[in-house]
């Protein structure tokens, strides 16, 4: 039987191959909320993953962005589905998104893959070992503040206004001094964190069981990055909100200056 990781892995694999062969065609798009929206490439990709995952575990429940929790009523395992992290910027021919499959058993997540369908990488964790896999390889992710790129989500809701903005880093010449913000505008960004190719990630907002952030997260953390939330508390308590750094002089820095912020 497929294991647990390998099935994320497949079933995002799946997801991006939607994606990667609807970019660029006219897509029809659905609004969610003002200034929000999804396409038809998110909603075909999220059935092919939920397809997938169904196939194989069929008892598992499934959060999926697009169409909200399905089956397995009482159980512990969760599959947690991004089907496209990057809307806007696929619909504006963008090359910027993942597609994010991640399994929460119990508290836990214990399975994850976020595929980036342009480069054909597939970041993956089985909560213990974190991995990229290109042209069926896998190497160990290593993270490293060598770039100093710190990358920030823009995005609302921002819960903790105007005590905390990630927007107010821009603002903070310390942060440009020592820092090169840079805004991706998808979690393909965390998952960046983990393979050394960002030096942090910072946002705001109530992250446990995100669709968009679960499987970051665990490869971040997979791959020993120091992750907490945005007052430097365990994750998922207090006010929220998420700082990942490759190393913990990244992240101090970074808390430095985000309590600098929130002081004036």
Same mark, same amino acid.
């Given at each position: 039987?497929?294991?647990?990781?390998?099935?994320?892995?497949?079933?995002?694999? #799946?997801?991006?191959?939607?994606?990667?062969?609807?970019?660029?065609?006219?897509?029809?798009? +659905?609004?969610?909320s003002a200034g929000d929206f999804a396409t038809?490439?998110?909603? /075909?990709?999220?059935?092919?993953?939920?397809?997938?995952?169904?196939?194989?575990?069929?008892?598992?429940?499934?959060?999926?962005?697009?169409?909200?929790?399905?089956?397995?009523?009482?159980?512990?395992?969760?599959?947690?589905?991004?089907? %496209?992290?990057?809307?806007?910027? +696929?619909? #504006?021919?963008?090359?910027?998104?993942?597609v994010n499959v991640a399994l929460r058993t119990?508290?836990?997540?214990?399975?994850?893959?976020?595929?980036?369908? +342009?480069?054909? /990488?597939?970041?993956?964790?089985?909560?213990?070992?974190?991995?990229?896999?290109?042209?069926?390889?896998?190497?160990?992710?290593?993270?490293?503040? /060598?770039?100093?790129?710190?990358?920030?989500?823009?995005?609302?809701? +921002?819960?903790?206004?105007?005590?905390?903005?990630?927007?107010?880093?821009?603002?903070?010449?310390?942060?440009?001094?020592?820092?090169?913000?840079?805004?991706?505008?998808?979690?393909?960004?965390?998952?960046?964190?983990?393979?050394?190719?960002? #030096?942090?990630?910072?946002?705001?907002?109530?992250?446990?069981?995100?669709?968009?952030?679960?499987?970051?997260?665990?490869?971040?953390?997979? #791959?020993?990055?120091?992750?907490?939330?945005?007052d430097g508390q365990p994750l998922h308590t207090?006010?929220?909100? %998420?700082?990942?750094?490759?190393?913990?002089?990244?992240?101090?820095?970074?808390? /430095? %200056? %985000?309590?600098?912020?929130?002081?004036?």
């Amino acid at each position: 039987m497929i294991t647990d990781v390998e099935l994320a892995i497949a079933a995002a694999q #799946a997801g991006a191959g939607v994606v990667l062969r609807a970019y660029g065609s006219a897509l029809t798009r +659905f609004a969610k909320s003002a200034g929000d929206f999804a396409t038809s490439a998110d909603v /075909e990709a999220e059935q092919v993953i939920v397809d997938v995952l169904r196939a194989a575990r069929p008892g598992d429940a499934v959060t999926g962005e697009e169409s909200g929790r399905t089956g397995g009523p009482g159980t512990e395992r969760m599959w947690l589905v991004d089907p %496209l992290c990057g809307t806007r910027n +696929f619909a #504006a021919r963008t090359m910027l998104v993942a597609v994010n499959v991640a399994l929460r058993t119990g508290s836990e997540i214990t399975a994850a893959a976020s595929a980036d369908p +342009f480069s054909g /990488e597939v970041f993956w964790t089985d909560g213990t070992a974190a991995r990229v896999r290109r042209d069926g390889a896998d190497e160990p992710l290593t993270p490293s503040a /060598e770039s100093l790129l710190v990358d920030l989500n823009l995005d609302p809701p +921002f819960p903790n206004a105007p005590r905390f903005r990630a927007a107010d880093l821009l603002a903070d010449p310390r942060f440009g001094q020592r820092f090169g913000p840079r805004v991706v505008s998808s979690t393909l960004a965390v998952a960046w964190v983990a393979a050394g190719r960002r #030096a942090a990630y910072v946002t705001d907002g109530r992250l446990r069981d995100s669709v968009h952030f679960a499987a970051g997260i665990a490869l971040c953390q997979a #791959a020993g990055c120091v992750v907490t939330g945005i007052d430097g508390q365990p994750l998922h308590t207090g006010a929220g909100g %998420l700082v990942v750094a490759a190393d913990h002089e990244t992240h101090a820095a970074l808390r /430095e %200056l %985000l309590d600098g912020s929130a002081a004036g």
